[in-house]
């Protein structure tokens, strides 16, 4: 099953080869991988998609808690949380196409960022399976380019991730 | 004042009580190898290659109660000491491995002996450092230290760019260290404690299996007292030897692939289990579907959670530190006053003894060839079960575990985790620094010894007298067993051919060597080895032992605890293993 796991961390050079050095020496799958610092300038925050039975992911969840930089680690699936990702999508657009792409863009409340005589950048929130889903309803053959962050993710209500 | 990063470090160093450190210089550390002439607080030791400096600082600490420290050039130095520092990792010891690094500006630019030594570590150490600015040196090594010998012990690796040696700065030794992202526990849950004990004292086959944990965290008296005081059957895994008496009678020996018959039938059959510092080492209970099989609960003392709940599901978890925990059940047991029904545990003490009788490390006698086995008892009677034996890997690792008893804890040095050949005879002149006062074997193979025999030379020049029993069967003898077993007796590539003349060696390098080759001969020249003339001399023996020799019993892939391959004298059908069908496995 996929999890997301949110990761506070030390805001130190090698901290996150550390993780991701973990993830690749035993075996565990990164789906996605974001990072960032926080607004406290000495911590990052890193949202890490992943997927694998409970007992797997209740070991990665252990190991990487025991990385001595590591400060906490939730797994956002225990609870309600918020899961958003970023995707910046080229498409061909010309022609009839313009019109429809446009509407599709709309469809999925993305805005058009950039726009050239044949072509539309589109910006798009949402979770994974959202932007997923965007890419599905349009034309593969349009698709000229995507870059997609990978989820980062929040839990709901009063449940925090702090120091 | 300002003083340099290279006395920054030495130092610190003294700060943390150094007594002994293990190195080998290079340009990259030359500044602390100065620095280190210029102070007479602590012994430096030049070992000969930069994995036995490791090997010996580890076994430094394993036998005693303090940190190995280890000092290696950068490059070729460092990666040389990669080797020692998988293997403390994976046997969880504290050390202290200071690498030296090209200077800052150079680093990334494939530098004269420059590697990326916290790159080539990280999967490999507790935690390393990369220390970029002499003034985060002096927190660094205190921090280091601290990692090292907290929480679940292990090697740290703090790398040193060489202008950061040459730089200078104020010396302030931190007092302290908070990491506010590095917390260990100490004490166990309360509540899982009293589960814990509530569980004990409803078993009607009990069992308490120790481990390495026990050894590492001090807590020998506390499994002794459990033991005892409820009369309960215990075993140790290879790594927590000692931790409970070996000759003890409520000692059913080491469990495991090459475990007793009744220790690992007891593992099997038990209805309670307590894991104390121990990991379920696929070595130890092998499949653990099979091990589940037979119904029983667990509770699991373990001061890393990522250790419990890893390869087995456990009903009481408890993490903490073993002292701790044991001592609060201890408490616990004490103030109930309750004890396991007596009836349940006297009828599993004769299911055990049933299974003890058959006696499992029986072997026929030889009066033509020396029986491996038999050097080890020799030298266990020899020494009184008082030297502090360090081995190397193989055959003869296992017969040292079976055949000598181990009373106490830190008496019984070994790559476990890693199995590392070449591990035992710089681990031997490591415990012998530590315990100037104490007798020193390391029981090694031909195989094996051959690995770091070049320690030899540091063991002259630093007078450690310990006394090397060669088990020489002119095999890689584990892998030739395997080869038997498993590969219809094609020994590829496992004979040792062009054997060089031991006792020639022992004494090119300044020590006395012997040879021995009948049977009559093992206990006079174990005798006069250890005897007082011979007191301050390194002596290396090398006994010819019997080439085809297995260790018995043995769990093979994918077998279970109750599984066995039993020796000759238990087997019903009593075939040579090789003419018996071992299907296909491994
Ligand atoms: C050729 C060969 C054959 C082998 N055959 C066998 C065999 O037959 N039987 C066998 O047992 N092993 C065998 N081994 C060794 C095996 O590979 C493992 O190294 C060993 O079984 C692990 O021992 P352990 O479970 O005690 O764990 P260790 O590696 O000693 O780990 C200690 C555990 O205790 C925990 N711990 C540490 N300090 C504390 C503390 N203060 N408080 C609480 N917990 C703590 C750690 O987190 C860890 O989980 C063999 C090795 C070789 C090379
Ligand atoms: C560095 C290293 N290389 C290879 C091995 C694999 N291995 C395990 S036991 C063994 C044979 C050891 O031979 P020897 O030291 O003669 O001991 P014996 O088994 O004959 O007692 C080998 C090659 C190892 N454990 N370590
Ligand atoms: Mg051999």
């Keep these: 099953m996929k999890h997301i796991l949110s990761i506070l961390l030390e805001n130190e050079a090698g901290a996150l080869s550390r993780v991701v050095g973990l993830f690749s020496a035993r075996g565990y799958n990164i789906d996605s991988l974001t990072v960032s610092t926080t607004e406290d300038p000495t911590l990052s925050r890193m949202t890490i998609v992943t997927h694998g039975s409970d007992d797997v992911i209740e070991q990665i969840t252990k190991q990487l808690n025991k990385l001595i930089e590591v400060v906490k680690v939730i797994d956002l699936n225990e609870s309600e949380h918020i899961e958003r990702e970023l995707m910046l999508i080229k498409v061909r657009a010309t022609g009839k196409e313009r019109e429809e792409m446009k509407r599709m863009a709309d469809i999925f409340r993305g805005r058009i960022i950039d726009v050239t005589e044949k072509t539309y950048t589109i910006e798009l929130t949402g979770t994974t399976e959202k932007l997923g889903a965007f890419i599905e309803a349009i034309d593969r053959a349009v698709i000229l380019e995507t870059v997609r962050t990978g989820a980062s993710g929040i839990g709901r209500g009063e449940r925090i991730l702090k120091i | 004042m300002q003083i340099s990063g290279a006395e920054i470090l030495v130092r610190s160093l003294q700060e943390e009580g150094a007594e002994y450190i293990f190195g080998y210089p290079g340009g990259a550390v030359l500044e602390i190898y100065d620095a280190i002439f210029r102070q007479n607080q602590f012994k430096h030791v030049l070992v000969r290659h930069e994995q036995a400096a490791i090997h010996a600082a580890d076994a430094y600490s394993r036998s005693s109660d303090k940190v190995g420290i280890a000092l ?39 530098a004269f002996q420059e590697v990326d030594m916290v790159g080539i570590t990280r999967p490999c150490v507790k ?9 985060d040196l002096a927190e660094t090594i205190k921090k280091a230290f601290y990692i090292a010998k907290t929480g679940r012990p292990g090697p740290v690796v703090v790398d040193i760019p060489k202008d950061v040696t040459q ?11 908070h990491i506010r992202s590095y ?18 004292m409803g078993a009607k086959r009990p069992y308490i299996y120790v481990g390495g944990g026990a050894v590492q965290g001090g807590a020998a008296a506390e499994v002794t007292e459990l033991v005892r005081s409820l009369g309960l059957p215990c075993t140790n895994t290879l790594m927590g030897l000692g931790a409970y008496p070996g000759s003890d009678p409520q000692f059913l020996g080491m469990l495991g692939m090459h475990g007793t018959y009744e220790a690992n039938m007891a593992m099997q059959n038990c209805d309670v289990l307590i894991a104390i510092g121990a990991r379920f080492d696929d070595r130890v209970i092998s499949v653990p579907e099979h091990f589940l099989s037979s119904p029983k609960k667990i509770v699991h003392i373990d001061v890393d959670p990522s250790s419990i709940a890893k390869r087995v599901k456990v009903d009481v978890p408890i993490v903490g530190d073993v002292k701790h925990v044991l001592k609060e059940m201890l408490e616990l047991i004490r103030a109930s006053g309750e004890r396991p029904d007596a009836a349940a545990l006297a009828d599993w003490w004769q299911q055990i003894e049933a299974w003890r009788s058959r006696d499992c490390l029986l072997y026929k006698p030889s009066s033509e ?18 030297a502090i034996v360090t081995s190397d890997v193989g055959q003869h690792q296992m017969w040292a575990a079976q055949y000598y008893k181990f009373d106490r804890p830190k008496q019984w040095l070994n790559s476990g985790g890693l199995g590392t050949m070449g591990f035992g005879l710089p681990a031997a002149m490591g415990a012998q620094l530590a315990n100037p006062d104490a007798t020193v074997a390391c029981i090694t193979g031909e195989g094996s010894i051959q690995m770091n025999i070049q320690e030899l030379s540091t063991c002259k020049q630093y007078h450690t007298p310990v006394k090397v029993i060669s088990l020489n069967n002119r095999y890689l003898g584990m892998v030739r067993q395997w080869q038997e ?21 022992a004494e090119a390098y300044g020590h006395v060597g012997m040879k021995i080759e009948s049977p009559a001969d093992v206990e006079p020249a174990l005798r006069e080895a250890f005897s007082a003339k011979l007191k301050e001399r390194l002596v290396f023996m090398d006994f010819r032992t019997d080439q085809s020799e297995n260790v018995f019993p043995m769990i093979r892939n994918g077998k279970g605890l109750d599984q066995m391959d039993l020796p000759p004298h238990m087997r019903e059908d009593d075939a040579p293993p090789a003419n018996r069908d071992y299907g296909n496995l491994c």
């Design chain 2, 369 to 386: 060839f020396i029986k491996p086995q038999s050097v080890v008892q020799a030298l266990y009677e020899i020494t009184g079960g008082n």
């Design chain 2, 127 to 135: 935690h390393n450092f990369l220390v970029k600015d002499i003034k």
């Design chain 2, 167 to 177: 730089a200078l700065a104020e010396f302030a030794y931190p007092d302290s260290v």
């Design chain 2, 72 to 110: 290696v050039t950068s490059g070729p130095g460092a990666t040389n000491a990669v080797t020692g520092i998988a293997t403390a990792y994976m046997d969880s010891i504290p050390l202290v491995v200071i690498s030296g690094q090209v200077a800052t500006p150079a680093i990334g630019m494939d």
């Design chain 2, 183 to 200: 917390l260990p526990v100490t004490r166990g849950h309360p509540g899982q404690i009293k589960k814990a004990v509530g569980l004990l």
């Design chain 2, 485 to 505: 077993f498993f590969y219809g007796t094609r020994y590829s590539e496992s004979y040792m051919d062009a054997l060089p003349d031991f006792v020639k060696i």
